[in-house]
């Protein structure tokens, strides 16, 4: 069934040091995936994708993985910055479908 | 470039009014759009999404409905608002075709029922 939401899990995390944000993904079929970064009021920004062919990706301070094994997204943030507070989502889609479905969500909060 | 706007930012309506919440898109062709709804604190839940004009799949049974009378145009309306319709609405939009790219999302309505 679809992810339709819980409480958000918060993650603290120095500034300065790594985060790592972790999303399950529910479909086995799903073959492409998206973090985003929701700060507070402002609708989802995308951040970094990542296709089923692929088991890593890296970006400008980030770095998605994915263990389709274990049906298992990640998202590394590189020296954490009081900017990169908010919450994050993964969301998955399925070849042929239409549908972003998203995960829960991750509230980090940077600690000065 | 490609832009999305959603109006209004905040909306504050009685119980059994109407409701209307428009969301444009420029700069791109036959996009693929989508309305979700987030409530406080909680994830995106898929409440509508596009393909084309006039062509709407709905995700979750409820009192809202949704339309795209241009091609890059999304109304979400109700003809009776609830309680439980509160929430944070979000426009997206990704372009067309197969496989999907990443979706774009305007700023939110925030809607109050009251």
């Known amino acids: 069934g679809e992810s339709v939401g819980l409480h958000l899990p918060t993650l603290s995390v120095q500034e300065g040091d790594n985060s790592i944000i972790n999303c399950a993904y529910s479909?086995?079929?799903?073959?492409?995936f998206i973090w985003y970064k929701q700060e507070s009021g402002k609708g989802p920004q995308f951040i970094i994708d990542?296709?089923?062919?692929?088991d890593k990706r890296q970006g400008q301070r980030v770095t998605v993985l994915l263990n389709k094994t274990v049906k298992h997204l990640s998202l590394q943030i590189a020296a954490t910055q009081p900017g990169d507070s908010a919450v994050y989502f993964c969301a998955e889609n399925t070849s042929g479908t239409y549908k972003y479905i998203f995960g829960t969500g991750t509230r980090l909060k940077v600690l000065a | 470039s490609q832009t999305i706007h959603q109006w209004p930012a905040t909306l504050v309506q009685p119980v059994g009014s109407p409701l209307s919440l428009e969301c444009t898109v420029e700069?791109?062709?036959?996009?693929?759009l989508y309305w979700y709804r987030q409530a406080a604190g909680r994830g995106l839940q898929l409440l509508f999404y596009s393909v084309g004009i006039g062509q709407i799949s709905s995700e979750v049974p409820q009192n809202l409905s949704a339309s795209r009378p241009q091609d890059r145009q999304f109304i979400l309306s109700s003809k009776k608002l609830l309680l439980s319709d509160s929430g944070f609405y979000l426009c997206?939009?990704?372009?067309?075709?197969?496989?999907?790219?990443?979706?774009?999302f305007g700023q939110g309505t925030r809607l109050t029922v009251v």
């Open positions: 997206a939009w990704s372009a067309p075709g197969q496989p999907l790219t990443e979706a774009f």
């Open positions: 990542i296709r089923s062919n692929m």
């Open positions: 479909n086995s079929a799903s073959d492409y």
């Open positions: 700069g791109t062709s036959n996009p693929n």
